[in-house]
């Protein structure tokens, strides 16, 4: 309250001095609550024609007024398009900050002493998508040309490793089911990515058009490889070594993964129309491959069994209003990037954002045949909702149900295999450093097709449950690193007696398991 007398007092006097026009008494560049009055078009973005600008970390900054508390800033985050997601202030999609001006402020915190407050080309009042009242085109089409990628240059690159401590020491060194941090007692290095391209702008500003493709090389490219793509139609590898610990001895420890090969365009309809082809990742699900966009090292089990992690083909993205869009296409199928049936598959889904950006809810769905006479069809969709509860606390809850024609045998009959599960996620925002964690899931494998792999007469059981418990720690001093830590607890009911799997965990002689992992991701 003090800085804002202050402000105003100072105001004043610097404009009798310089014969400014004085603000009206308690104007402010802050946000008015949520569902206020409307704001009139940013005061202090350029004019018409006149060439965008970045604003100063304080709009009042030649007025030399104190800048806001410590209280304050650290309070007015911006939310990230993935709550759990460690790039703390990520942008939209339509290139401008997730709460914008008039929602939460972006004054710089502890960490980023030097920032500041980008006045967009779609400037905001209570509704951060109101293109039609406040949108300068002219100034969108300059945003729109500053901020594209010319084809050639690194888009983003990181290398994530890490060390899983099994206190059972299991004998064949996998802390499976859990994959992808799936070594017990040995170090991984999980990712070296590098993804290169350029991205196409789809804001709906222009016609835009762009492209990328990904490379990883790690131990995590055994589990995002696609069949005609990484490997042949057998499921032998093409250019990794057939040779090592994974797939039965037919799978080397680390290999390259080729998870993205894209070309993208965009076009001015309605919010912004986007068309991707090629070879990407899902859109189902909440967590990621890429390892800087998940809160935890290991996943889910939805993730890891119940859902695809890429697909080649067409997807289509309209942004129809400030609140919805919706996606369809065709694809090859679950990571794949030949078909063997030579048949093509659905991809879709429809997201709603609240106009505040705290509120997210998606369902995606992809179904399409998996046998050549097009009769068995593998179907599955994941229902997602994110929700920023406080300026600190997130929460997130997947749930994902997948089912295939005649993959299971019951009673010497063939049978359609289901899965099912929900997965919840809760984080804390303790200070800029440090944020803490939980997830806890459960996933039901109703004739143990997904994770056990044998759908057949004698198997027993049909439920996973784990509790993870993390912490993420990114240093003010080096903000190009993320160093994890979490406790992870699983516990299973599946056996099979009949071919000596008496557990899910230990080298399949245990019903549980307990991990402790760190790992640290560091960006270029």
Known sequence: ???????CISSIALAMIGGRAVPAVGASPRAPAPYSAPLPANPFSQPQGVSRQRVAQNPFADDELPPPSDEYAAEQQLTPANPFSPHAYETSTHGMPVDGYYQDDCYPDDCCPGGYCEDDCCPQGNDPWNVGNYCDWSMCTEFCNESRLPI?????????QGFTWNPDSPANRFNLPVT???????????????????????????????????????????????????TNAEGGQRWNSSHGPRDGGNAALYGLAMPQLYAEFSAPVAYGLNFKAGHFYSILGYESVMAPDNFFYSHSYAFQYGEPK?????????????????QAGITRGWDAWDDPNDDYSFLGGIGWTSRNRRTNVRLAVTSGPTEDDDQDNLTAYSLVLSHR???????????????EQNAAIENDQLVDADWYGLAQYLTCRVNQETEVGARFEWFHDSQNARVLALPLDGSEGHDYYELTLG??????????????????????????????????????????QFTWAFSAITTF
Not at 152 to 160: C, F, I, Q, R
Not at 494 to 509: I, K, N, R, T
């Open 1 to 7: 309250m003090c800085w804002r007398i202050v402000a």
């Open 152 to 160: 050639g240059p690194l888009e983003a690159a990181w290398l994530s």
């Open 180 to 230: 992808f941090n799936d070594r017990s007692n040995e170090y991984q290095m999980n990712q070296f990515y590098a993804a290169f391209g350029r991205e196409a702008c789809t804001n709906g500003c222009d016609w835009d058009a762009g492209g990328r493709v990904d490379l990883m090389y790690g131990t995590d490219y055994y589990y995002t490889t696609a069949l005609g793509l990484e």
């Open 310 to 326: 890429t697909f080649t083909g067409l997807l289509g993205d309209l942004q129809m209003s400030p609140c919805w869009d919706v």
């Open 389 to 403: 509860v406080t300026h600190c606390v997130t929460y997130a809850l997947e749930h994902n149900f997948g089912t």
């Open 471 to 512: 912490a993420n720690h990114r240093p003010c001093f080096c903000d190009r690193w993320l160093f994890r830590t979490e406790m992870r607890w699983d516990w299973s009911n599946v056996e099979f007696p009949a071919l000596d799997v008496f557990g899910m965990y230990d080298d399949f002689s245990d019903h549980d």
